[in-house]
């Protein structure tokens, strides 16, 4: 059997150390700043995504067609995919001015009220991870979205009394990472839903050249090819992997990034060839050499990294179960063949087998 009883290689994965992580999809403060200038502004520019540009790109021109403003859009899927720049877009293609919050930051049906009813004709209202808005403000936004009018309480107690307040018709862009917990009235209430994918390789080159010739750096295609593949299909992670690159070629070869120079970059950021990065082969090496593959329980793999089960759990596994590396199973956490090959080791023998389903929980 080719595994040792070293364990794996966790080091220290300090909690900044996870804030940091290159192949995070959240936005981090860095990315803020860049992201502005990198942004596609309108639909042609916009990578990808061919049938929800095309569905948005009817409701858009037959909104403007008809004088009126455009339908409430919902968008759902993971962090970095595009849903805060295709809001944008939608605003500048209806030549609209766009107001930007998140459900988080609305705790109060007071706190929506005030800005629903600063809202301009036509604006656009991006609410960014809508599922988790307070449940008041939620019902509050049924009615804006149904009648453009909210009721503002005034006073409490027996002697509260609801104000009508009439909204200027605005279009709300909704972003949800989870589509399936919002409640079925507020989903209902939305004119077009588009479902954001994950990003083929041929795509993110594709973002990878238009940020790189916005950055002006050098790149060819295999350099931007060796790039897309370890970006997790994500076009944010796939921007700031260019970035670090571009640091790396920058001081050792002359600016310009080609195959070799991305992969030695992205080696010394500890991002290897299928986009798993330290946290994630940490996992991956203690399932496979401390327990044979599993199954193994979630509470005693993360002991084995020094990780919080959470964040074995939220940060590391998503990527590895859509990878195909690691199966979730009632019995716990199992790699497949494909995760052996991936780490260049050889599973255990069918006859070994009997050590396994030892691990509990
Ligand atoms: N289809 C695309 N074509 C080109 N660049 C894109 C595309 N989608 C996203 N990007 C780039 O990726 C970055 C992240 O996109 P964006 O902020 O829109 O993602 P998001 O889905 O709103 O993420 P979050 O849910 O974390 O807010 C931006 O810099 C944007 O320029």
Not at 229 to 248: F, K, Q
Not at 250 to 262: N, T, W, Y
């Amino acid at each position: 059997m080719n595994w040792d009883e070293t364990g794996p290689d966790t080091g220290d994965l300090t909690d900044e150390a996870l804030d940091d992580r290159l192949v995070d999809a959240g936005a981090d403060g860095e990315d803020t700043a860049v992201e502005a200038a990198l942004r596609p502004k309108d639909l042609h520019e916009f990578v990808g995504q061919e049938k929800v540009r095309e569905q948005l790109d009817l409701v858009l021109k037959a909104a403007r067609a008809r004088g009126a403003t455009a339908d409430h859009v919902l968008l759902s899927g993971a962090p970095g995919l595009g849903k805060t720049t295709l809001s944008m877009i939608i605003a500048a293609e209806m030549e609209a001015p766009i107001r930007i919050t998140s459900g988080p930051a609305i705790q109060h049906a007071g706190d929506l009220a005030a800005i629903l009813s600063s809202l301009q004709e036509g604006e656009v209202l991006f609410l960014d991870e809508i599922h988790r808005m307070s449940r008041p403000a939620e019902e509050m936004l049924y009615m804006a979205m149904e009648d453009f009018r909210v009721d503002v309480i005034v006073g409490k107690g027996p002697g509260a009394t609801a104000i009508p307040l009439e909204l200027p018709p605005f279009t709300l862009v909704g972003a949800t990472t989870r589509a399936g917990l919002l409640p079925p009235p507020l989903r209902d209430r939305f004119g077009f839903t588009g479902h954001m994918e994950f990003y083929a390789p041929t795509e993110l080159e594709r973002v990878i050249h238009r940020s790189a010739g916005l950055l002006d750096v050098a790149i060819d295609t295999a350099g931007a090819a060796e790039i897309a593949g370890r970006s997790r299909g994500t076009p944010r992670i796939a921007n700031r992997l260019l970035r670090r690159v571009r640091d790396y070629a920058q001081v050792k070869a002359e600016g310009r990034i080609d195959r070799d120079i991305a992969a030695a970059a992205l080696r010394v950021y500890e991002v290897d060839a299928r986009g798993l990065d330290r946290l994630d082969r940490a996992v991956l090496g203690a399932l496979l050499k401390l327990f044979g593959g599993g199954p193994v329980g979630l509470s005693t793999l993360a002991v084995a990294v020094g990780e919080e089960r959470e964040t074995v759990e939220e940060v590391a596994e998503p990527f590895l179960v859509r990878e195909g590396l690691l199966a979730r199973t009632p019995r716990g956490r199992v790699a497949t063949p494909a995760a052996w090959a991936h780490l260049g080791l050889v599973p255990p023998q069918q006859g070994a087998k009997g050590q396994q389903g030892l691990f509990g929980a």
